[in-house]
């Protein structure tokens, strides 16, 4: 069922450039990366089901669920497994913890999707994909990408924040600092000429040196 464009198999994926396309097989049904267009796209890929760290990852996920679609985004996760392991997995999450994980989840026993994204780290292992997150924006560009060992795992309200921070720099044209949440001031960009960088401090702006501003939205 899976279907990865050979362009994009051997190259590792980059910042702000196409997300590697695929069509797969998930709980939900056929997916491919053009149904989530004028959508952000969470993906994310986790060792193997039936784990613990998975599984904390995923209730996480799906307790966050509701706050990432209101930003306008959909979750979708993937792992080496099964649709039948993904299925029962769910199922017991839901069974045994009480949450009900709604998004769907990529079969990829081909794991041509993972080696499409980079997910497949030697060094982690060989058979499973690492913890990795890819944030895709609507016209498919991927915005962001973070990879987490075997052994830890992600925060997942981070992942919501970073989020909400690239939406705002889309929106507004500038850059959030450290730790950025909604209300807090963001950074202007810098001057790019020394006449621009004179003019700065002039501009009324929060500087603490002509390549240093910040203001409210």
């Given at each position: 069922m899976?279907?990865i464009e050979?362009a994009q198999t051997s190259a590792?994926?980059?910042?702000?450039?196409?997300a590697?396309?695929?069509?797969?097989?998930?709980?939900?049904?056929?997916?491919?990366?053009?149904d989530?267009?004028?959508?952000?796209?969470?993906?994310?890929s986790h060792p193997a089901?039936?784990?613990?760290?998975c599984t904390?990852?995923?209730m996480?996920?799906?307790?966050?669920?509701?706050e990432f679609?209101?930003?306008?985004?959909d979750l979708?996760?993937?792992?080496?497994d099964?649709?039948?392991s993904?299925?029962?997995w769910v199922?017991?999450?839901?069974?045994k913890f009480?949450?009900?994980?709604?998004?769907?989840i990529?079969?990829?026993?081909?794991?041509?999707?993972?080696?499409?994204y980079?997910?497949v780290?030697p060094?982690a292992?060989?058979?499973?994909?690492?913890?990795a997150?890819f944030?895709?924006?609507?016209e498919?560009?991927?915005?962001?990408?973070v990879y987490?060992?075997m052994?830890?795992?992600?925060s997942i309200?981070?992942?919501?924040?970073?989020l909400r921070?690239?939406k705002?720099?889309d929106?507004?044209?500038v850059a959030?600092?450290?730790?950025?949440?909604?209300?807090?001031?963001?950074?202007v960009?810098?001057?790019q000429?020394?006449?621009?960088?004179?003019?700065?401090?002039?501009?009324?702006y929060?500087c603490?040196?002509w390549y240093?501003c910040?203001?409210?939205l």
């Amino acid at each position: 069922m899976d279907n990865i464009e050979p362009a994009q198999t051997s190259a590792f994926p980059q910042l702000n450039k196409p997300a590697p396309n695929f069509k797969a097989k998930t709980t939900h049904g056929e997916k491919q990366l053009s149904d989530y267009k004028g959508k952000w796209l969470v993906l994310f890929s986790h060792p193997a089901d039936f784990t613990p760290v998975c599984t904390t990852e995923f209730m996480a996920f799906a307790k966050h669920h509701d706050e990432f679609l209101a930003e306008g985004a959909d979750l979708l996760g993937l792992s080496i497994d099964s649709y039948y392991s993904h299925v029962a997995w769910v199922r017991n999450i839901k069974e045994k913890f009480g949450v009900d994980v709604k998004f769907p989840i990529i079969e990829d026993l081909s794991m041509k999707v993972a080696k499409a994204y980079g997910m497949v780290h030697p060094g982690a292992s060989d058979t499973s994909a690492v913890r990795a997150t890819f944030i895709i924006d609507p016209e498919g560009i991927l915005r962001a990408m973070v990879y987490y060992p075997m052994s830890n795992g992600r925060s997942i309200p981070e992942f919501l924040r970073l989020l909400r921070a690239l939406k705002t720099a889309d929106a507004h044209k500038v850059a959030t600092p450290e730790g950025w949440q909604p209300g807090d001031k963001v950074i202007v960009p810098p001057p790019q000429n020394a006449d621009a960088a004179e003019a700065r401090l002039g501009e009324g702006y929060e500087c603490t040196d002509w390549y240093f501003c910040k203001k409210d939205l």
